[in-house]
């Protein structure tokens, strides 16, 4: 038996709870279950790099680049009805059920994908419409359960941790598929992603069944349906909660792409500015570009790990949830805000490297923290609706802006002024959220056992 810790009343922790914890406060009892759904969520994202490379390869030498444009409207028309149809089949089965058949059923499409693309036929636009679905679902339903696994408090201490596992997950995953396409090529990707997603849902039982030996609680709750006869785009207008995470969502994410648009255009401005706009000069222009990228890419991915892996719990403990909303948005409108007057690149680079590594580790993480206080109806069906319609919603709303802008002959200045002033409306929006979240009373004692 442990010992008690004299301050706390709780047993002390042990070797693996004191290993972890620059990381997240693992209290005794806990680390086996967070290591699951870290490993879990690692394998999870590392496979999401691997489909993700492969869709690459396919609408490229299949629909050209052109294609992606339209994709994204395809994806949220669908989803219209796949998120409705999601509700519905939640309703009928236990978490256990839905975190193993949803990502067999996409593990089935793969397999599909892989036996069409072997005998020659053309998948490059079904497959980039597919993933487009499958990575904001299958990513949402697993965020999901670890959201109903723990409680509050639970959550608070252990998504930095869980957040670590999905950040290193991408890394290895994106370094491991150019290691593929090179020797196997792209339907080995297909069968990996497939291979990997097993693996998840054997994960997801196994903690699931470690959730369960807590507690005789613990056990009902697990084979009880997720139950409620409301599907997730109801539950977003009747709850204003849920609603204000959705404006959050959507917001973020019509900024983001913004953002991304905003920086293309200024390197390759920079670009031409630095070796002209001739013909002659333009494979020095594509060094630039393509090193430009390349620097971005590595200082966010270094960045966004060291801060999942030590600032995200301590920001969680210092300032609480609600005040930890208010760092990226107050990030991206710094950079914004130069940016109508004009910054150096090294300036502009440095603001967009810190924006995207907060948004892939703090920002991610919160806002998965944000769905602990939500019913359990909630956290499956108004969450898929969220992480899949409003994402996609948000890449056709800023695919609009973008379009008219380029009709308008926008300059970068004006673009910025768009996004400083959506920027404002998602402070407005983590406001609320903050107040609410505040006000949240404290949560029943059976979801603590």
Not at 135 to 164: E, H, S
């Amino acid at each position: 038996m442990k010992e008690a810790d004299g301050t706390t009343g709780r047993p002390s922790k042990g070797l693996v709870e004191r290993l972890l914890s620059p990381f997240a406060d693992v209290h005794p009892g806990e680390a086996s279950g967070v290591l699951l759904l870290t490993l879990m969520m690692f394998l999870l994202l590392s496979g999401y790099y691997l489909l993700k490379t492969a869709r690459e390869i396919f609408i490229l030498s299949e629909g050209g680049a052109e294609v992606k444009s339209y994709a994204s409207a395809g994806q949220a028309i669908l989803l219209l009805v796949i998120v409705p149809a999601y509700s519905a089949f939640a309703a009928r089965v236990n978490r256990a059920q839905l975190v193993s058949w949803v990502p067999l059923f996409f593990t089935a499409n793969l397999v599909l994908f892989a036996i069409a693309a072997r005998a020659g036929l053309r998948v490059g636009v079904v497959y980039f419409i597919w993933f487009g679905i499958f990575n904001v679902m299958v990513i949402a339903q697993f965020w999901a359960f670890a959201n109903d696994l723990y409680t509050q408090d639970q959550g608070k201490r252990l998504f930095p941790l869980i957040g670590v596992g999905s950040s290193v997950g991408a890394w290895i995953g994106s370094v491991r598929a150019g290691g593929l396409v090179k020797s196997s090529g792209p339907l080995r990707l297909l069968l990996g992603g497939a291979t990997i997603l097993v693996m998840c849902v054997v994960l997801a039982r196994v903690a699931e069944k470690f959730k369960r030996s807590e507690s005789p609680a613990q056990v009902a709750r697990s084979g009880e349906p997720v139950g409620g006869d409301q599907n997730g785009f109801h539950l977003l207008i009747s709850n204003r909660y849920l609603t204000l995470i959705a404006l959050l969502t959507l917001l973020l994410n019509v900024v983001n792409t913004s953002g991304e648009y905003l920086f293309g255009r200024y390197v390759v401005q920079n670009a031409t500015a630095i070796y002209g706009a001739g013909p002659a000069a333009e494979a020095a222009r594509g060094q630039f570009i393509g090193g430009a990228y390349a620097t971005l890419y590595g200082r966010v991915n270094l960045l966004g790990l060291l801060l999942q892996m030590f600032a995200v719990s301590r920001i969680f403990k210092f300032l609480g949830l609600g005040r930890a909303l208010f760092i990226h948005p107050i990030i991206a409108i710094t950079g914004y805000l130069m940016m109508l007057g004009g910054p150096s690149f090294g300036v502009m680079r440095g603001l967009k490297t810190l924006d995207n590594a907060v948004d892939y580790s703090l920002g991610n993480t919160t806002r998965q923290a944000l769905w602990l206080p939500t019913s359990r109806e909630a956290k499956y069906k108004a969450k898929q609706a969220v992480d899949s319609f409003c994402v996609r919603a948000g890449d056709v709303i800023q695919a609009g802006i973008v379009f008219a802008g380029e009709l308008l002959s926008f300059a970068i200045p004006t673009f910025a002024a768009i996004n400083v002033a959506l920027t404002t409306l998602w402070l407005v929006v983590v406001s609320s959220l903050n107040r609410r979240l505040r006000a949240q009373a404290p949560e029943p004692v059976e979801r603590a056992a």
